[in-house]
């Protein structure tokens, strides 16, 4: 399984935008994947998976203000994020999914570091 570092995080007013990368160690063109968040003392949830032939899934309460992609050439995943709200706090994972649950929250035991987004006036 690749291993995976998130970047791009950081600190970004209300109705701001940020783009977050997951940089992957081998390729991922065949893999399905998926970004996570976890907020302070609440579970991690799913934010938006991507599978292998290019599905995208978002939760609805997302849908239209994140988007996210890959560019298989670089093993790179890109979460982008617009409209931010203070409720998007959080740190923000990336994460290889299974090809039959891509779409769904997984209980990975790996995690990479994270990235901090901070939504904040």
């Known amino acids: 399984q690749v291993q995976v570092v998130e970047s791009g995080g950081g600190w970004v007013q209300p109705g701001g935008s940020l783009r977050l990368s997951c940089t992957a160690s081998?390729?991922?063109?065949?893999?399905?994947m998926a970004w996570y968040r976890q907020a302070t003392g609440k579970q991690r949830e799913l934010v938006g998976a991507?599978?292998?032939?290019?599905?995208?899934h978002y939760p609805q309460s997302l849908e239209g203000r994140f988007a996210t992609d890959r560019d298989n050439a670089e093993n790179i995943l890109y979460l982008q994020m617009n409209n931010l709200k203070p409720d998007d706090t959080g740190v923000y994972y990336c994460?290889?999914?299974?090809?039959?649950?891509?779409?769904?929250?997984?209980?990975?035991?790996?995690w990479g570091p994270g990235t901090q987004v901070i939504v904040a006036s």
């Open positions: 991507i599978s292998a032939g290019g599905f995208i």
């Open positions: 994460h290889p999914q299974s090809a039959s649950r891509w779409y769904l929250a997984e209980d990975h035991q790996d």
């Open positions: 081998g390729s991922i063109s065949a893999v399905a």
